[in-house]
Nanobody, 115 residues
Framework: QVQLVESGGGLVQAGGSLRLSCVASGIGVSINAISWYRQAPGKQRELVAPITSGGSTSYANSVKGRFTISRDNAKNTVYLQMNSLKPEDTAVYYC?????????WGRGTQVTVSS
């Protein structure tokens, strides 16, 4: 059974940093694409950053230069390092992986950035 569990969220002041973790079970992060998404109150869920099985990464324009996605194959974990946080980064952050014809999502972790 595939499971994704996010952690690392919390309350931080603007300009601060957080590192989110997405621990996978039932799949290997080294051979599956994993993406971080976020959903702010009243807004649609949006893609923040994916990492492919080959290790290629990309970023939403709004987080480019501030966020870094990475993975630790030995820990089967994907990280999202978030620096220079802004109030507009406040959202629930989710990780997602494709599986079969659909996707698996984690339950999310709340990030709140105060001004």
């Amino acid at each position: 059974q595939v499971q994704l569990v996010e952690s690392g969220g919390g309350l931080v002041q603007a300009g601060g940093s957080l590192r989110l973790s997405c621990v996978a079970s039932g799949i290997g992060v080294s051979i599956n694409a994993i993406s971080w998404y976020r959903q702010a109150p009243g807004k649609q869920r949006e893609l923040v950053a994916p990492i492919t099985s080959g290790g290629s990464t990309s970023y939403a324009n709004s987080v480019k230069g501030r966020f870094t996605i990475s993975r630790d194959n030995a820990k089967n974990t994907v990280y999202l390092q978030m620096n220079s946080l802004k109030p507009e980064d406040t959202a629930v952050y989710y990780c997602r992986t494709p599986y079969g014809v659909g996707f698996y999502w984690g339950r999310g972790t709340q990030v709140t950035v105060s001004s």
